[in-house]
Nanobody, 125 residues
Framework: QVTLVESGGGLVQAGESLRLSCAASGRTFSSTYAMGWFRQAPGKEREFVAGIDWSGGYTYYGDSVAGRFTISRDNAKNTVYLQMNSLKPEDTAVYYC?????????????????WGQGTQVTISS
């Protein structure tokens, strides 16, 4: 089993930054897993935000965050990060960390095997 725990959410003003962290643990977790961040706003579908392959050498972003958000990982710590800059009110959502037991990045929710509980991010205007 794999456990993912997100942290770093909160309330900030538009234009500010936040960094989310996701710590992975579990007997079956491997640093070869690809990781991703998704978000879900009230009344909306859960959407892909960013993904990173097992090595950290390949990243992929959703159109609405490209150029503002950066995903990274530290395999020695089994942790993935999401640096969010120039935040906008429309970025307000619950952010979820996800892991898939494959090396390559995917942007489809069903391709991920494990999910965290989520962390709330609220951006005021």
């Amino acid at each position: 089993q794999v456990t993912l725990v997100e942290s770093g959410g909160g309330l900030v003003q538009a234009g500010e930054s936040l960094r989310l962290s996701c710590a992975a643990s579990g007997r079956t977790f491997s640093s070869t897993y690809a990781m991703g961040w998704f978000r879900q706003a009230p009344g909306k579908e859960r959407e892909f935000v960013a993904g990173i392959d097992w090595s950290g050498g390949y990243t992929y972003y959703g159109d609405s965050v490209a150029g503002r958000f950066t995903i990274s990982r530290d395999n020695a710590k089994n942790t993935v990060y999401l640096q969010m800059n120039s935040l906008k009110p429309e970025d307000t959502a619950v952010y979820y960390c996800a892991a898939r037991s494959g090396a390559g990045v995917r942007r489809v929710r069903s391709d991920y095997d494990y999910w965290g509980q989520g962390t709330q991010v609220t951006i005021s205007s």
